[in-house]
C-alpha cells in the first residue's frame, strides 16, 4: 500500500472514530456487485482490507438479499444462449455467491425468516417493484441496515447506492477501482455533519453548563486578543527603535584630503613671526 493512500485511509478512519465513534473491531458490509468485482480483478481481499484499515481487527458481512440476487443472475445466464461471455458470468456469479457463503463471517437478514409463502410473495413484490426502485431488494436492505447501525463499513460498486450513503454522511464506504482497494475521503456532508456537532458541543445541556462555557470561551477570547495586542505593542517598538536607532556617522578618514600645515601662521600672541631671509648665490 503507498505511502500516500495509508495516509489518507487513517485520516478517515480517525475522522470517523471521532465524530461518529466507529472503532475496532470494524464491520464491513459487502454487496454482489462488490463480491463479482472483486474476483473479476482477482484482488485478494483479506490481505488489502487488512493493510487498508491499519491492521485491525475486522468482520465480513453480507446480507442475504444479495446472495440471493447473485444466484437469480447466474440462472438469467444459464437461460440465456451459451455463449463463451455468458458462461463466464455465470462462473463468476457463482464463484462469488460461493465466496460469501465460505468467507463472510455472518449472513444478516432485515427480517427474521418466514414461511415458504410468505417468502414467494415478498420475491413477487419486490420483483414488481424493482422497477420503482433504483437500489433494488440488496440495495434497500443495506440501506436500511446502514440506516438502524450506523457502524458498519459499507463495500459496494454500486454507484447509486453509494450516492445515497455519501449523502447521508454516516457511513465508510470502500470501493475497487482498476484493482485498487480504496476508503473514500468523508463527503462533503460528512465534513459538514461533523462541523455541526462540534459546534453543537459548546452548548450544553443545561442552561449553567452553557452559561459555564459561555464565560469560558469569553475569557479565552480576550486572553488571547490581549496577548496579540501586546505582542503587537512588542513588534511596533522593536520596529521604532530600530528605526530611530541609525544615526548619521561622520566620513571615512581614508576618503578625507588631509589637511595641510600653513608656513606661517599665526601665533597666541597674535604677532607675525619674521620670515626667513634667502640669499643668492653668485
Known amino acids: 500500500m503507498r505511502h500516500g493512500r495509508a495516509k489518507a485511509a487513517r485520516k478517515t478512519l480517525q475522522f470517523f472514530r471521532l465524530s461518529i465513534g466507529i472503532a475496532a473491531p470494524y464491520q464491513v458490509l459487502l454487496d454482489g456487485t462488490f463480491l463479482v468485482a472483486m474476483l473479476a480483478q482477482k484482488v485478494p481481499l483479506r490481505d488489502r482490507l487488512d ?14 438479499s444479495s446472495l440471493d440476487e447473485l444466484e437469480t443472475l447466474a440462472q438469467q445466464q444459464s437461460s ?32 427474521p425468516k418466514k414461511s415458504s409463502d410468505n417468502k414467494k410473495t415478498k420475491k413477487n413484490n419486490d420483483s414488481q417493484n424493482s422497477d420503482d426502485n433504483p437500489l433494488g431488494a440488496a440495495g434497500s436492505e443495506m440501506l436500511h441496515l446502514v440506516r438502524s447501525k450506523p457502524h458498519y463499513f459499507v463495500a ?15 457511513t465508510p464506504l470502500i470501493r475497487l477501482s482498476r484493482g485498487v482497494l480504496l476508503l473514500e475521503n468523508p463527503s462533503k456532508a460528512q465534513q459538514s455533519r461533523a462541523k455541526s456537532k462540534e459546534k453543537s458541543k459548546w452548548f450544553g445541556s443545561g442552561v449553567a453548563t452553557g452559561e459555564q ?63 626667513r631671509k634667502r640669499r643668492r648665490k653668485k
Open 51 to 64: 493493510r487498508t484499515l491499519q491492521h485491525q481487527a475486522y468482520t465480513l458481512l453480507v446480507t442475504r
Open 80 to 111: 440465456s444462449n451459451d455463449d463463451d461471455d455468458d458462461n463466464e458470468k455465470k462462473q463468476l456469479f457463482a464463484q462469488a455467491r460461493q465466496w460469501g457463503f465460505d468467507y463472510c463471517d455472518s449472513i444478516l437478514e432485515e427480517e
Open 156 to 170: 459496494s460498486q454500486d454507484e447509486t447506492l453509494l450516492d445515497v450513503l455519501r449523502f447521508t454522511g454516516t
Open 213 to 275: 462555557e459561555r464565560q469560558l470561551v469569553q475569557h479565552a477570547k480576550q486572553t488571547q486578543r490581549r496577548e496579540q495586542q501586546e505582542q503587537q505593542q512588542g513588534n511596533d517598538q522593536s520596529t521604532q527603535q530600530k528605526r530611530h536607532g541609525k544615526k548619521a556617522k561622520g566620513p571615512n578618514p581614508l576618503s578625507c584630503k588631509k589637511k595641510r600645515s600653513s608656513a606661517g601662521g599665526g601665533g597666541a600672541d597674535g604677532q607675525d613671526k619674521e620670515k
